[in-house]
């Protein structure tokens, strides 16, 4: 699949929640260590990466807006989506990428929670389904920011 603007949003907003945990994790390090040294270079490469796809954006979203670019993939959904949450009433970018962004957050502290160990398997079994439908609004959210992008893209005659 080619990459979209939803996709693209989507790699830099996991990519600065990679980020805040590593800088969280560097303050309880003791600053020269070796566990310091390894988090600290690790948040380098996570520095660069969220350069070089914030570059990315800006030159899709030019591209894009010159109709140079393919803007939407079409999809065929063959799952069900029960639980996840609509994404119709949406219909600004800044709203679509900052959904997007609170909902990668909400999916990675869910993962953090279902790892725990002292979880009875029901509660294992709950936190699952809030996963699966966090991650479809998730998908669903990138798939918004492609269509308000396609959209802007009809109005300007692109």
Known sequence: MAETLGSLVDK???????LWHLEEALEGQSEGSDEWRALAAKRELVIRHCE???????????????GKVKIRDEKIKLYDNRGAEPTGNIVRLGHAVSELALRNIRCW??????????????????????????????????????????????????
Do not use: C, Y
């Open 52 to 66: 070089d796809l914030r570059e990315e954006i800006d030159g899709f979203f030019a591209a894009a807006l010159a």
């Open 109 to 158: 502290h869910l993962e953090d929670e279902v790892r725990r160990t002292d979880l009875p398997d029901a509660e294992i079994v709950g936190l699952k389904r809030r996963i699966d439908a966090t991650n479809q609004e998730r998908n669903d959210l990138m798939d918004k920011v492609d269509e308000i992008l396609w959209s802007e893209q009809r109005r300007l005659g692109k």
């Open 12 to 18: 830099l907003s996991i990519k600065h929640l990679r």
